[in-house]
Structures are given as structure tokens and as C-alpha cells.
């Protein structure tokens, strides 16, 4: 690339071209007396854009001599390390996730909507939350089945657009809560971004991982899956992991969407809801985490 540059000189032709250009008019050959009367009419568009074929020329000589010279922008490489903490937040996605008993800007919203709000509001900050900025953070869902929407990353953007896209189930076939499940995926996550750091990639950050958190956020009680909740946890236990649950919702009854098989619309019923505290504490202190109750949408 360095010797394309010595097409630049060929511009210093340019002038010179403008030059001949210029100079090569060609007289008139037939001789006037006079053209006192012929400077009184104005001149036709036609004259007066007659410049514009040669300038293109140039312009498009000048274009082909700065593409020869094939100019390139440089790019410079940051490598940024930082410390933080490595999280993987699990969202309960099953169908009781409909329960309306939060309310946000005024209405009523369930309980994932709920969760998608304080959520991005954890990941990205507000008046009254920082941020995670230097925390690697992975998403996960899970309803009969677990889902990886994230791996841990510091591109919170991408993290919190994927967490919009979460929705609660609405087949019998996936329904459910694999609370247990939900926590070993989580585990191997955070187990295998080892790995991935010490690898690296070229042109990205790196991070230097302090500590490796689970959050999760539920509504129910352990109905599927084929890893026991307290099992999961002690091998998260095993590994250094610490996680924290909170329990999203009311105790006893809230307002559930339900659909009327004579009208076919939808109509809200109260309905019993359960959350499992005992268990969701018992997972928190196996790891030395801590278990919360989440009963409104304030940050």
C-alpha cells in the first residue's frame, strides 16, 4: 500500500490539464465589424453552463487519481480491563407470570412486564440506580424449559433488547417452572466464561471477574425440569457462585387474564397464586446469597 501513494503526484497534472484546456479555444473565424449589438443579448443556458462538461472531467480525473493512491483511514485498538462481576439473571417466563398485581405508570401490568422494567433499569441505571457498566451479564429464561437469550456481556444494549423480547408462555407443552433446571444452566454459564476470557479475542474487552452472582426472579414453585432447586444450588455452591432470588408477586390471590369459553374474550379473575419462600431462601442461603419479595415495581 505504501507505493500507491505516488499517485498522488499525478494531480500535479491537473492544473496543467486546466491549463490546455483553457488555452486550446478556438478563434473565430469569421471577422466582425463590430459585436456592440450582439453583447446585448443575454446569453442562453447552454452558454452559460458550458463549463460544466469540462469541470467534470477534471473531477472525474481527480477521483480516479485519489483511487489509485487507494487512501486509508486508520483504526486504533483499545484493550480495556476491568473489574467486575459476572451475573446471569433467570426470568420466569411460565404462565402465572400473568397475574396483574403490579401496577406501573398508573395500570395494571403482569408480572414480566414488571420484571422487564426494574430489569433494564437494574442493567443499564437510573436517577436512583447506577448501573452495571463493568459487569459482565447473561440472560436466561425459562418456563417448562430453559432458554439462553444473552451470554455474559459487557454489551448491556443488546442484553436489555433481548430481555423485551421475553414473553410468557402460551402452550400447555411448555409450561411450567424449572426453577431447578433454570439455576444448572446458569451455573455451566458462569463455569465456561473462564474459559472464554482466557482465550480472548482480539480488539475486545477482557474483564477480570471478581465474583459470579445469579438472580433469580420467580413467581412459583418447582413443577419441572430434572434438577432438584437445592441440589443446583449447592453444586453453584460448590463453585463459588453466589445467587440471590426474589420472589415476584402477592401472597394468596391476584387478578389472572382468563379466557371465557362462551364469549371467547378474555376476563380477569381472581385466582390463587403460591410463591415458594422456604425454598427460594433455602437456595439463597446455600450460596451465601440473600432472598427478597418483590411486591411492586418501584426501583
Same mark, same amino acid.
Given at each position: 500500500?505504501?507505493?500507491?501513494? !505516488?499517485?498522488?503526484?499525478?494531480?500535479?497534472? *491537473?492544473?496543467?490539464?486546466? !491549463?490546455?484546456?483553457? !488555452?486550446?479555444?478556438?478563434?473565430?473565424? *469569421?471577422?466582425?465589424?463590430?459585436?456592440? @449589438?450582439?453583447?446585448?443579448?443575454?446569453?442562453?443556458?447552454?452558454?452559460?453552463?458550458? !463549463?460544466?462538461?469540462?469541470?467534470?472531467?477534471?473531477? /472525474? +480525473? %481527480?477521483?480516479?487519481?485519489?483511487?489509485?493512491?487507494?487512501?486509508?483511514?486508520?483504526?486504533?485498538?483499545?484493550? %480495556?480491563?476491568?473489574?467486575?462481576?459476572?451475573?446471569?439473571?433467570?426470568?420466569?417466563?411460565?404462565?402465572?407470570?400473568?397475574?396483574?398485581?403490579?401496577?406501573?405508570?398508573?395500570?395494571?401490568?403482569?408480572?414480566?412486564?414488571?420484571?422487564?422494567? *426494574?430489569?433494564? &433499569?437494574?442493567?443499564? $441505571?437510573?436517577?436512583?440506580?447506577?448501573?452495571?457498566?463493568?459487569?459482565?451479564?447473561?440472560?436466561?429464561?425459562? #418456563?417448562?424449559?430453559?432458554?439462553?437469550? /444473552?451470554?455474559?456481556?459487557?454489551?448491556?444494549?443488546?442484553?436489555?433488547?433481548?430481555? &423485551?423480547?421475553?414473553?410468557?408462555?402460551?402452550?400447555?407443552?411448555?409450561? $411450567?417452572?424449572?426453577?431447578?433446571?433454570?439455576? $444448572?444452566?446458569?451455573?455451566?454459564?458462569? %463455569?465456561?466464561?473462564?474459559?472464554?476470557?482466557? &482465550?480472548?479475542?482480539?480488539?475486545?474487552?477482557?474483564?477480570?471477574?471478581?465474583?459470579?452472582?445469579?438472580?433469580?426472579? %420467580?413467581?412459583?414453585?418447582?413443577? #419441572?425440569?430434572? +434438577?432438584?432447586?437445592?441440589?443446583?444450588?449447592?453444586?453453584?455452591?460448590?463453585? @463459588?457462585? &453466589?445467587?440471590?432470588?426474589?420472589?415476584?408477586?402477592?401472597? $394468596?390471590?391476584?387478578?389472572?387474564?382468563?379466557?371465557?369459553?362462551?364469549?371467547?374474550?378474555?376476563?380477569?379473575? =381472581? =385466582?390463587?397464586?403460591?410463591?415458594?419462600?422456604?425454598?427460594?431462601?433455602?437456595? #439463597?442461603?446455600?450460596?451465601?446469597?440473600?432472598?427478597?419479595?418483590?411486591?411492586?415495581?418501584?426501583?
Amino acid at each position: 500500500y505504501t507505493n500507491s501513494i !505516488w499517485f498522488l503526484l499525478l494531480l500535479l497534472l *491537473v492544473p496543467l490539464i486546466v !491549463w490546455r484546456l483553457n !488555452w486550446n479555444k478556438q478563434e473565430s473565424s *469569421v471577422s466582425f465589424s463590430s459585436i456592440e @449589438n450582439a453583447t446585448s443579448i443575454p446569453p442562453s443556458w447552454r452558454q452559460r453552463l458550458r !463549463w460544466v462538461p469540462h469541470a467534470l472531467k477534471i473531477l /472525474a +480525473l %481527480t477521483c480516479i487519481i485519489l483511487a489509485l493512491a487507494r487512501p486509508q483511514q486508520g483504526r486504533k485498538q483499545t484493550i %480495556t480491563n476491568t473489574k467486575g462481576i459476572a451475573i446471569e439473571m433467570i426470568v420466569d417466563r411460565s404462565s402465572s407470570m400473568q397475574a396483574l398485581d403490579f401496577e406501573l405508570e398508573g395500570r395494571a401490568v403482569d408480572r414480566l412486564t414488571a420484571i422487564k422494567n *426494574v430489569g433494564e &433499569k437494574f442493567v443499564i $441505571g437510573n436517577d436512583t440506580l447506577d448501573g452495571r457498566f463493568n459487569d459482565l451479564i447473561g440472560l436466561l429464561t425459562f #418456563a417448562g424449559y430453559v432458554d439462553s437469550l /444473552a451470554p455474559p456481556t459487557l454489551d448491556h444494549s443488546y442484553l436489555t433488547s433481548q430481555l &423485551k423480547t421475553a414473553k410468557i408462555v402460551d402452550s400447555s407443552n411448555e409450561d $411450567g417452572t424449572a426453577i431447578g433446571d433454570a439455576i $444448572g444452566l446458569a451455573v455451566e454459564k458462569l %463455569t465456561n466464561l473462564n474459559l472464554k476470557l482466557e &482465550k480472548g479475542n482480539s480488539g475486545t474487552s477482557s474483564s477480570e471477574i471478581k465474583s459470579k452472582v445469579i438472580i433469580l426472579l %420467580t413467581d412459583g414453585e418447582n413443577t #419441572a425440569g430434572d +434438577l432438584d432447586p437445592l441440589d443446583a444450588a449447592d453444586l453453584a455452591n460448590t463453585l @463459588n457462585i &453466589k445467587i440471590y432470588t426474589i420472589g415476584v408477586g402477592t401472597k $394468596g390471590t391476584a387478578p389472572v387474564p382468563v379466557l371465557d369459553p362462551f364469549s371467547n374474550r378474555r376476563l380477569l379473575q =381472581m =385466582m390463587p397464586v403460591n410463591i415458594d419462600e422456604e425454598t427460594l431462601t433455602q437456595i #439463597a442461603q446455600k450460596t451465601g446469597g440473600n432472598s427478597f419479595r418483590a411486591t411492586s415495581s418501584a426501583t
